[in-house]
Each structure stands twice: as structure tokens, then as C-alpha cells.
């Protein structure tokens, strides 16, 4: 069993930052990918960002230049600083993760519990 959790989340007001933080804890071999996406009310949940355990990052078209995507792979640990916000960056923000149990297992996709950004014009 593997869980992802987020924190970090809060009000805030346009152009300000905002730094989520997710923790993936259980029977845990590897992470491949992690990332961020984030679900608006009334529309789909959309990719936001993902880093790869080497390092490689992947942005949407919406956030580059604004957020950054890093993690502490020895913590099994994502983070997302997000600057310059702006409302309609105002969502629900999941963790995602591509975990591996055991050396020998396929991978699986997790999922945390969302954690509320709401930006303020």
C-alpha cells in the first residue's frame, strides 16, 4: 500500500507563491514519475507538471516560467513552487506518482488527496 499526501495548499492573492509539498510513504521500491495536476471546478483534471527520477521535468504550456517541479528522491518526496499566480490557477491539486513495490513488480499509479489553491484577484 502506497499513499501520497499534499500540503502547501492555502489562499492567496494574484502574483503571489504558494509551495505544495507531497510526501509518498508504504511499500515503496521506486518512483518513477511524479507530478502535479490539478482539477478545476466543473472541468477535467489536467497535467500540470512531472519530473522523472532523473531529473527531466515536463510543464504545461499554462505554468512555464511560473512553476517549478522538483523532488527529494532519498524523502520519496514531489514539490511544486508556484509564483506569479494568477485566478485561474485556482484548483484542486493532486499528487501523482508511478511506483514500483518491489524490484520486480509492474508499476502502479497513486494517487493523493488533492490539496485547494485559491487565488484571489
Known amino acids: 500500500q502506497v499513499q501520497l499526501v499534499e500540503s502547501g495548499g492555502g489562499l492567496v492573492q494574484a502574483g503571489g507563491s504558494l509551495r505544495l509539498s507531497c510526501a509518498a510513504s508504504?511499500?515503496?521500491?521506486?518512483?518513477?514519475?511524479m507530478g502535479w495536476y490539478r482539477q478545476a471546478p466543473g472541468k477535467q483534471r489536467d497535467l500540470v507538471a512531472t519530473?522523472?527520477?532523473?531529473?527531466?521535468?515536463n510543464y504545461a504550456d499554462s505554468v512555464k516560467g511560473r512553476f517549478t517541479i522538483s523532488r527529494d528522491n532519498a524523502k520519496n518526496m514531489v514539490y511544486l513552487q508556484m509564483n506569479s499566480l494568477k485566478p485561474e490557477d485556482t484548483a484542486v491539486y493532486y499528487c501523482?506518482?508511478?511506483?514500483?513495490?518491489?524490484?520486480?513488480?509492474?508499476?502502479?499509479?497513486?494517487w493523493g488527496q488533492g490539496t485547494q489553491v485559491t487565488v484571489s484577484s
Open positions: 501523482h506518482g508511478v511506483v514500483r513495490t518491489t524490484d520486480r513488480s509492474p508499476t502502479y499509479s497513486y
Open positions: 508504504g511499500s515503496i521500491f521506486s518512483i518513477n514519475t
Open positions: 519530473i522523472i527520477s532523473g531529473g527531466i521535468t
